[in-house]
């Protein structure tokens, strides 16, 4: 197999599969920063289940973190994949480097202020008398390595748009393996417990940004990165199209909040902590579906950037079409898998009964509608690649709209539970508004519309 591809000539199915599969098993691994901390976090003795609950508090500041790495890769990477399409190398250089600065000037300026922001934003997430310890204490080393975390998510999206997806996946095997290693030693043989999983997740971390590092500067990528003029016009626009993805991973971060709260506040004193512990374990489980699905749809958005930008109509089209069927695809297996097996994954968690009897039907009611959800993700992110962003982000913030205006009404209506039952609507109902938007768009599609 070639180590790059021409995203210009080669078949389109192949180049689906050469781009989506390393980009699947790329953001699968990446998934597992979150899922194995959580894990050895669940199965502390004593303090497990508790504990737990303390990090799913602390997620939507990983997610905010590390949603502008998205703003910027996504943003950046489109747009130079349009321009190398159209030949404009030096311009595809100049994209490079200023993404490169906004993206380190970005991640220090977040440390700063998410270190003396935390203590405030974890108890307006929901974090309990009993869950704030932990909380604090996993979120304070994670925020002091996060420049790591946003860089190499950044830059990873330029190692893939240029060819070289089995390159951006080693460098997130190389974390999450570490992590694996490391949490096990840190947290058991160490006796370090949540801080010790904070420093696992820091140092792995690091350790891909390094490996991104060496090879963006090295000899073997086509555009690296050089020494450019700093353009607030390249930049500008570069944040122009990665505002969608943006606000879709950073809205994750609200949707996380409001379901923190609302479990907190319907389930009481009794059924408060226990509730946000399934919730946790439900959304290390989606990240299993959301993860490797993210990795079809946005890691083959270079193939349709490319190709618009070359004016190839048959190419753009057919690539959609390979790519909507492998997503969907994708999700009917996790579909079959979240109804007779997840109680499995549940078993990595916790090896409460109870907890385990409640975490398996969140599962399994808040999975019912992740094929539809295919068909918005693909919408969403090839609309992006064509740089229809006010519509991808439109039809993005509908399915978080949608789905907060369900949990906070459906418990109103039924009872706390009944909460997980809000990403099944959103799922059905913006799954299938988005695939309508999307291919009435593509139909009336023309070319020469991408803006300089």
């Given at each position: 197999?070639?180590?790059?591809?021409?995203?210009?000539?080669?078949n389109?199915?192949s180049?689906?599969?050469?781009l989506a599969?390393?980009s699947?098993l790329?953001?699968?691994?990446?998934?597992?920063?979150?899922?194995?901390d959580?894990?050895f976090?669940?199965?502390i003795?004593?303090?497990g289940?508790?504990a737990l609950a303390?990090?799913?508090?602390?997620?939507p500041i990983?997610?905010m973190?590390?949603s502008?790495?998205?703003?910027i890769?996504v943003?950046?990477?489109?747009?130079?994949?349009?321009?190398m399409g159209?030949?404009?190398?030096?311009?595809?250089?100049?994209?490079m480097?200023?993404s490169?600065?906004a993206?380190l000037?970005?991640s220090f300026?977040?440390t700063i202020?998410?270190?003396?922001t935390?203590?405030?934003l974890?108890n307006?997430f929901?974090?309990?008398?009993?869950?704030f310890?932990?909380a604090?204490r996993y979120?304070t080393?994670?925020?002091?390595?996060a420049?790591?975390?946003i860089f190499?998510?950044?830059?990873?999206?330029?190692?893939?748009?240029?060819?070289?997806?089995?390159?951006?996946?080693?460098?997130?095997?190389i974390?999450?393996l570490t992590?694996?290693?490391?949490?096990?030693v840190?947290?058991?043989?160490?006796?370090?417990e949540?801080?010790g999983a904070?420093w696992a997740?820091v140092?792995?971390q690091?350790l891909?940004?390094c490996?991104?590092?060496?090879?963006i500067f090295?000899?073997?990528?086509?555009?690296?990165?050089e020494?450019?003029?700093?353009?607030?016009?390249v930049?500008s626009?570069?944040c122009?199209?990665?505002?969608?993805?943006?606000i879709?991973?950073?809205?994750?971060?609200?949707?996380l909040?409001?379901?923190?709260?609302?479990?907190?506040y319907?389930?009481?004193r009794?059924?408060?902590?226990?509730l946000?512990?399934?919730?946790?374990?439900?959304?290390s489980?989606?990240?299993?579906i959301?993860?490797?699905l993210?990795g079809i749809t946005?890691g083959t958005?270079?193939i349709?950037?490319?190709?618009y930008?070359?004016?190839n109509?048959?190419?753009?089209?057919?690539?959609?079409k390979?790519i909507m069927?492998?997503?969907v695809?994708f999700?009917?297996?996790?579909?079959?898998?979240?109804?007779?097996?997840?109680?499995?994954?549940?078993?990595l968690?916790?090896q409460?009964e109870r907890a385990?009897r409640?975490?398996?039907w969140s599962?399994?009611?808040y999975?019912?509608g992740i094929i539809?959800m295919a068909?918005?993700?693909?919408?969403?992110?090839?609309?992006t690649?064509?740089g229809?962003?006010?519509v991808?982000l439109f039809?993005?913030?509908f399915r978080?709209f949608?789905?907060?205006?369900?949990?906070l009404?459906?418990p109103?209506?039924?009872?706390?539970?009944a909460t997980f039952?809000a990403?099944?609507v959103a799922?059905?109902v913006?799954g299938l508004?988005?695939f309508?938007?999307?291919?009435?768009?593509?139909?009336?599609l023309h070319?020469?519309?991408?803006?300089?």
């Amino acid at each position: 197999m070639k180590r790059t591809v021409d995203l210009g000539k080669d078949n389109i199915f192949s180049l689906v599969l050469k781009l989506a599969l390393p980009s699947m098993l790329a953001q699968f691994v990446n998934v597992l920063y979150n899922i194995v901390d959580r894990m050895f976090i669940g199965n502390i003795p004593n303090i497990g289940d508790i504990a737990l609950a303390g990090v799913g508090v602390c997620s939507p500041i990983v997610t905010m973190l590390t949603s502008f790495g998205s703003l910027i890769g996504v943003g950046g990477s489109v747009y130079m994949a349009t321009k190398m399409g159209r030949g404009d190398m030096q311009k595809a250089k100049e994209i490079m480097y200023n993404s490169f600065v906004a993206l380190l000037g970005l991640s220090f300026v977040l440390t700063i202020v998410f270190l003396f922001t935390k203590g405030y934003l974890l108890n307006w997430f929901g974090a309990s008398s009993e869950t704030f310890v932990y909380a604090n204490r996993y979120v304070t080393i994670y925020t002091l390595g996060a420049v790591f975390a946003i860089f190499s998510l950044g830059m990873n999206y330029f190692i893939t748009c240029q060819g070289f997806a089995g390159t951006a996946m080693f460098s997130v095997v190389i974390g999450a393996l570490t992590n694996i290693v490391l949490d096990y030693v840190f947290v058991f043989k160490l006796g370090m417990e949540v801080p010790g999983a904070a420093w696992a997740t820091v140092i792995s971390q690091m350790l891909s940004c390094c490996w991104i590092m060496r090879f963006i500067f090295g000899k073997k990528i086509k555009i690296k990165v050089e020494k450019q003029p700093i353009s607030a016009a390249v930049i500008s626009k570069i944040c122009k199209l990665g505002f969608s993805p943006f606000i879709i991973l950073a809205t994750d971060s609200i949707i996380l909040i409001i379901l923190n709260t609302v479990l907190q506040y319907h389930g009481g004193r009794e059924m408060g902590d226990k509730l946000i512990s399934a919730a946790t374990i439900v959304q290390s489980y989606m990240l299993m579906i959301s993860g490797p699905l993210i990795g079809i749809t946005t890691g083959t958005q270079a193939i349709i950037s490319y190709n618009y930008g070359a004016q190839n109509r048959e190419r753009v089209m057919t690539a959609v079409k390979h790519i909507m069927t492998l997503a969907v695809s994708f999700c009917a297996v996790m579909f079959v898998i979240s109804r007779v097996a997840p109680q499995y994954f549940v078993l990595l968690f916790t090896q409460n009964e109870r907890a385990v009897r409640l975490a398996k039907w969140s599962i399994q009611a808040y999975t019912l509608g992740i094929i539809i959800m295919a068909l918005q993700y693909e919408s969403v992110d090839a609309l992006t690649a064509l740089g229809k962003t006010k519509v991808s982000l439109f039809l993005s913030l509908f399915r978080k709209f949608t789905f907060v205006a369900m949990t906070l009404l459906l418990p109103i209506l039924f009872n706390a539970q009944a909460t997980f039952y809000a990403e099944t609507v959103a799922d059905s109902v913006c799954g299938l508004l988005s695939f309508y938007v999307f291919t009435n768009i593509l139909k009336s599609l023309h070319f020469y519309e991408y803006s300089n």
